[in-house]
């Protein structure tokens, strides 16, 4: 395991020496929260959301006021007609309210839908809304227990003011509340940017150090191959970790996001998808080499002789291993026992029988050829028979 570690700790300190990572890793995500979470935020807290009303107070007196005053009290942003189109319900008080309660005659209060509107939130007006009522009535109630005058604005007002004896508190059921704002958009961009990055930079590096030679200077190594694809692996984990933990620390203390009350739960989740993305990464195909796809760390590499070649496993690895080039083109002697005998473990006997033919072939076709331009370069410095004779 101490190569794997070495081969992801080096991969990682790669990825952090370019600053250009830096945009995709933090800044683009950091941008993504900010705008969604201000886009998606809504009035009040998750837990306790305060809906749009639009008010239409017909009143001319006090009592009007108050009841606007109450049911802000309970919840509900008032509007006007200048942002009719944010509300989703609207509340019409009449122009004879005051008169009435004060003659203590019955008064309607009318609810309606706004022209366009939805209707996720009508319940929870309709609710505040029976509130605000039961709570005015309330206090014209005990106003007129404590004394004989009349109603007058001054007291009511204070009693309003007063603290209440017994108060209620209500909220969504539930233990964990609805997500809104940057409660919602930083988890959806941490795990949207969390797969694209690693599966991004994972396939592009794998390629890249496959084109510059990388993975065949690390066959010298005694690297096994599930110590090298697994280092891989671990380092873009590496680099998903990285992330992960930044922006955790970001929400928790700029952005005031709830983790909830598992925090373990949570790393553990996200350590497993990070890892789960880093595989698909490293192991995603790409280019075309001899007509086939092929995976970029799905071939064995190997030193024969001083002749540097590359073993691409596809499906059928004898026929590839006979039909690529020598790998010990000179000898296959002392000098290239160690070699061969690694290849005979990796490929089996059957393939190595296959790729050792193959050698032998190509070496009998140059040694033909030798043979050809000696006999060519003899018939052209032998003399001719004019030049015999004179």
């Known amino acids: 395991m101490k190569r794997v570690f070495q081969i992801g700790h080096n991969d990682i300190r790669l990825f952090l020496r370019m600053k250009a990572g830096y945009v995709w890793l933090f800044l683009v995500p950091l941008v993504f929260v900010y705008f969604f979470g201000i886009a998606f935020r809504g009035p009040g807290a998750p837990s306790n959301p305060r809906p749009a009303v639009l008010i239409e107070n017909r009143d001319t007196g006090f009592l009007g006021t108050l009841l606007m005053g109450e049911l802000d009290a309970q919840g509900m942003r008032l509007v006007d007609q200048a942002k009719r189109n944010e509300a989703e319900r609207g509340i019409r008080i009449p122009a004879d309210f005051t008169g009435k309660v004060l003659k203590t005659e019955p008064v309607k209060v009318e609810f309606f839908q706004v022209e366009g509107s939805g209707a996720e939130s009508a319940f929870l007006i309709e609710l505040r809304l029976i509130r605000a009522l039961v709570a005015m009535n309330s206090h014209l109630f005990e106003l007129a227990s404590q004394s004989q005058e009349p109603v007058n604005e001054p007291e009511l007002r204070a009693l309003t003011k007063a603290e209440n004896p017994v108060s209620l508190?209500?909220?969504?059921?539930?233990?964990?509340?609805?997500?809104?704002?940057?409660?919602?958009?930083?988890?959806?961009?941490?795990?949207?940017?969390?797969?694209?990055?690693?599966?991004?930079?994972?396939?592009?590096?794998?390629?890249?150090?496959?084109?510059?030679?990388?993975?065949?200077r690390l066959a010298v190594y005694p690297i096994r191959r599930w110590e090298l694809v697994i280092g891989k692996v671990y380092g873009r984990f590496l680099l998903g970790g990285v992330q992960i933990i930044f922006f955790l620390?970001?929400?928790?203390?700029?952005?005031?996001?709830?983790?909830?009350?598992?925090?373990?739960?949570?790393?553990?989740?996200?350590?497993?998808?990070?890892?789960?993305?880093?595989?698909?990464?490293?192991?995603?195909?790409?280019?075309?080499?001899?007509?086939?796809?092929?995976?970029?760390?799905r071939a064995g590499k190997l030193d024969h002789g001083g002749a540097w070649r590359m073993l691409v496993a596809f499906g059928n690895r004898a026929g590839n291993v006979a039909n690529h080039r020598s790998l010990c083109p000179d000898r296959l002697g002392d000098g290239c026992a160690a070699s061969t005998d690694q290849l005979r473990r990796r490929l089996g006997n059957g393939p190595f029988q296959a790729w050792r033919a193959g050698v032998v072939r190509r070496r009998r076709e140059h040694r033909r050829g030798e043979d050809v331009q000696i006999l060519k370069c003899t018939q052209r410095s032998s003399p001719s028979p004019a030049d015999a004779e004179g």
């Open 169 to 216: 508190k209500a909220q969504f059921a539930g233990r964990n509340p609805a997500p809104a704002g940057f409660n919602q958009s930083l988890p959806g961009t941490l795990v949207q940017f969390l797969m694209m990055n690693l599966m991004i930079f994972g396939g592009a590096s794998i390629a890249g150090e496959r084109a510059d030679g990388v993975l065949r």
């Open 249 to 297: 620390l970001l929400g928790q203390f700029i952005f005031k996001v709830n983790l909830g009350q598992s925090l373990f739960a949570i790393l553990l989740t996200l350590g497993i998808y990070a890892w789960v993305a880093a595989s698909l990464g490293v192991d995603r195909r790409g280019g075309e080499e001899r007509g086939q796809d092929h995976r970029p760390l």
